[in-house]
């Protein structure tokens, strides 16, 4: 395989990336999950974005399938397996990519756009990460249709929850490429 392109997170905007884009649900993990369900509900998206892997199963477990499952078989950096992602990997499409910590591969973020946009068209889609998926709910906020929701995890313990919006969209756009720079060595 070739090298990587690679854009780095610069360390001014660590911070940054610590508040929450969206709704912030600090409560137990059902419990948000549970709510997670009862706006998806409310809100009707057209598609639901999962990233990480202790999320998306608990947003399974409550009854709200993804069309997009971003997963790279970690939970706070410790490996973390399951049987019911196991099953989402067997039963939905499945998109392989490599993306370092503290980055954003040029392949990832191609591998979640890709996903996001088959996942629009009905198909449901599982990116499986080399590395680490945290930062990719960036560009899955960037790529998903307007009403869409994005739920990813905050390291803290809460579940964010994303009603995209073009604006929203755009804004997470302008982020990146102020936020990250080419990556010396990718």
């Known amino acids: 395989m070739g090298a990587v392109k690679l854009l780095k997170l610069r360390e001014a905007y660590r911070e940054v990336l610590r508040v929450p884009l969206g709704l912030s649900l600090y409560r137990e993990p059902r419990e948000s999950a549970r709510l997670l369900v009862e706006i998806a509900g409310l809100i009707q998206p057209p598609l639901v974005v ?3 892997d202790f999320v998306t199963e608990n947003l399974v477990r409550a009854g709200l399938e993804p069309g997009v499952a971003v997963l790279d078989f970690r939970s706070r950096r410790e490996g ?3 049987e019911l992602l196991e099953a989402l990997v067997r039963e939905y499409e ?3 990519c490599r993306n370092p910590p503290g980055a954003l591969s040029e392949e990832a973020v191609a591998a979640v756009r890709d996903a996001v946009r088959r996942a629009a068209g009905g198909s449901r889609v599982v990116v499986v990460v080399e590395g680490e998926e945290d ?3 960036l560009p899955a906020i960037a790529s998903a249709p307007p009403r869409a929701l994005v739920v990813y995890g905050l390291w803290l313990g809460a579940a ?3 009603v995209c919006h073009p604006l929203i969209s755009e804004g997470v756009e302008r982020f990146i490429e102020k936020a990250f720079e080419p990556a010396s060595d990718g």
Do not use: E, K
């Open 135 to 137: 930062l990719l709910a």
């Open 50 to 52: 999962a990233v990480g």
């Open 160 to 162: 964010v929850a994303v």
């Open 80 to 82: 973390y397996s399951s």
């Open 94 to 96: 499945v998109l392989r």
